[in-house]
DNA sequence: CGTATTATTGACTCCATTCAAAGATAGTGG
DNA sequence: CCACTATCTTTGAATGGAGTCAATAATACG
């Protein structure tokens, strides 16, 4: 009963701490609460837990609350290719926009939160709330210059990808209120060289050649990054 | 003035051969002819001209009426990537839709037309077609699935690459009703590389090599396809 | 017909993968 | 609390696929 209150009230977008990053950034205050009224607040998963499977009817557009994810496709070797990854305030789910299913599988990388504005609401908000349809088309036009980018990134040698990544992490952690020269990957080194195309190997000698330069000091996950102009070098 | 008679009537989606592929294929007839009244049949362009620029604001979704084009974004080395190859019926212009600037540039890869549904109306009339709405989404959410399997496909060795860029031309070809085992190659092999991250070099000698295994006959740009399945084999 | 672009082919090189083994960490249950 | 196991990470050595360099050939174009 109580936590049900609870819910209630968190889940409104208006007293959620990421409405700077989240769906409301675009919207107005009106906006914002009408579309509050039809975000479901999901719940809790652990790492592993699915949000969703490639395969699965489309159900709406998720949002992070708190905790990490990754979205991933398997070929038919078996193989795991981490498309992205998403931290809080991001929003998921756009692969199932087409033919309603969806084409990937989001995983919890750690204890996750999320909301969920469902499908059905989606379309009639869309027609009621301009500002929500060019925020969705906004949101999908993001996503694809993602991929794009990472298109053009995998054809980079493995220094510059990984460089890349630490970089991207550093900035969004920041923009979230967390430090940008000290945090903890919330992927394996098996998975940063899924999310890479690079062996695992290959990660961890990169990471201990950008160590042995002074630029980062690797702890098992955590990365204190020394210097963040020289790692954009290796790249820009 | 008799031009301009025959591109009204031309530019009518419902008078067009490629009403089955393009944006119609979603929309009931009705709202066919609701879109027709804004869509711009737009002036033909040679290859190496452009249907937008990196950077560019953006002014609408295109379809292409004839001719090929290629989607790419140049790194800071001077490298060309081709993000994609568009052909009759399919759309481009998505990328545009982050930020109202376009983050690809697209090029005619030969004599092309095509058409515009400027996005001053674009709002307005997804809000007056839910289909046409609906089908935005579905064809956005068709190129992040394409994206993403490029992403995927581009970690596979180099045979893979090319069997599956040329069965996907094939298919594309057919179901504009061209013939699926004979067409001519819209690119040059710099090009090819380009698209699949390989070197020229590496695009000649695959070739070269299927060819040599029997499973195709390559002719400069003129490719007949002998053996499909075969083909699909080395991807699937 | 000559020039520029595009394509083929060979030889060499190198970056990243693969294979292999050892070391470290976290989680589990006795 | 510690042993035990599974998972993850590091490091080395060998291999290989594709890139680079270079020269030639073929084609398209003005």
Excluded: W
């Excluded at 900035?171 to 945090?183: A, L």
Aim: hydrophobic share 35%.
């Amino acid at each position: 009963m109580i936590d049900k209150l609870i819910d209630d009230i968190q889940v409104r977008c208006s007293n959620c701490s990421l409405d700077t990053l989240c769906l409301p950034r675009g919207l107005s205050e009106r906006e914002v609460e009408r579309i509050s009224e039809v975000i479901k607040r999901k719940k809790t998963l652990q790492r592993g837990e699915s949000l969703y499977r490639e395969g699965d009817a489309f159900k709406g557009i998720l949002a992070i609350k708190s905790g990490t994810a990754k979205l991933i496709r398997d070929d038919q070797h078996g193989n795991e290719h981490i498309i992205n990854i998403l931290l809080p305030g991001e929003l998921l789910g756009f692969d199932g926009f087409s033919g309603n299913r969806h084409s990937c599988s989001a995983i919890a990388l750690e204890t996750l939160s999320y909301c969920e504005l469902p499908a059905d609401d989606l379309e009639t908000l869309c027609l009621k709330i301009p500002g929500l349809m060019r925020e969705m088309f906004r949101h999908t036009g993001e996503k694809l210059n993602h991929d794009s980018q990472q298109i053009v990134r995998n054809k980079r040698p493995a220094e510059e990808r990984l460089a890349a990544f630490l970089i991207n992490l550093s900035e969004r952690f920041h923009r979230r209120g967390f430090s940008s020269i000290e945090f903890n990957l919330p992927l394996t080194r098996q998975e940063m060289g899924n999310h890479l195309g690079l062996a695992l190997e290959t990660v961890s000698r990169q990471l201990k050649k950008f160590q042995d330069q002074g630029l980062i000091t690797v702890n098992h996950k955590n990365i204190q990054i020394h210097d963040i102009p020289q790692l954009k070098k290796l790249y820009l």
